[in-house]
């Protein structure tokens, strides 16, 4: 297994910074996602620290709510991609 725990760390020194980001982009209206990979556990999975600041709890519609999709993938949610992929030109 591959060994990784920044748990404490993330505790430590991240997480009130983090608190303190969402709390100005919740005081200037600015939607936002944040998530940390903090540890492998032993069954296999992964822990995550998370912050959010919704649009709706700022009143801020987006044109284009990625930020929604962030929080369903975190919440369980598979992406597929779409049939059709745009096409892109190399110059």
Known sequence: MNEFNKESVYDAHIADAVKEL???????????????AVANTDDGKTVFKNEYVSPTKVDVTLLDDQLARH?????????VLPEELDEVEFE
């Not at 969402?22 to 940390?36: E, K, N, Q, R, T």
Request: proline fraction near 4%; charge should be positive.
């Open 71 to 79: 929080v369903n993938v975190k919440n369980g949610f598979v992406t």
């Open 22 to 36: 969402a709390a100005l982009c919740y005081g200037y209206g600015i939607p936002m996602f944040f998530s940390a």
